[in-house]
């Protein structure tokens, strides 16, 4: 299984939702009979199933992490392989108005990078 992109919306985040999963290919819901939605469901299982093992940080400790670095309210956050690697990306809204990307090693959750947005 091939996962490129996962948002988790903020109110995912809040807790009072569900996930919302961007698809692989972009355009509609069927595919040459292909459920997008399925596919979706099962990346969404693919990366609970590696937080449970250990083979990468919960949503929840990359928050901490993220958060000991700038304080605000998180906007979005995405879950991205990049050169076999997978990282989070995380956009935060700090209390100047401003918002901040970081990306941290999912594996790890050290901060990677860090930028202001425009």
Same mark, same amino acid.
Request: hydrophobic share 35%.
């Given at each position: =299984?091939? !996962?490129?992109?996962i948002?988790?919306?903020?109110i995912?985040?809040?807790?009072?939702a569900?996930l919302?999963?961007t698809?692989l290919s #972009?355009?509609g819901?069927?595919?040459d #009979? &292909?459920?997008?939605?399925d596919d %979706?469901? &099962?990346? &969404?299982?693919a990366?609970?199933? =590696?937080? /449970?093992? #250990?083979d990468?940080?919960?949503?929840?400790? !990359?928050?901490?992490?993220?958060?000991q &670095?700038?304080?605000?309210?998180?906007? /979005?956050? /995405?879950?991205? /392989? %990049?050169?076999g690697e997978?990282?989070?990306?995380?956009?935060?809204l700090d209390?100047n108005?401003?918002v901040?990307e =970081? %990306?941290?090693d999912?594996?790890? #959750?050290?901060l990677?990078e860090?930028?202001?947005e425009d």
């Open positions: =299984m091939n !996962i490129r992109i948002v988790f919306s903020t995912a985040l809040a807790g009072t569900g919302l999963v698809g #972009g355009a819901n069927e595919r #009979g &292909h459920d997008e939605d %979706k469901i &099962h990346e &969404h299982e990366v609970r199933g =590696m937080a /449970e093992r #250990g990468i940080l919960s949503l929840e400790q !990359i928050l901490q992490n993220a958060r &670095h700038r304080d605000g309210r998180v906007l /979005e956050t /995405e879950l991205e /392989e %990049k050169r997978l990282v989070y990306e995380v956009e935060i209390d108005g401003e901040w =970081m %990306k941290l999912a594996r790890s #959750g050290e990677l860090e930028e202001q």
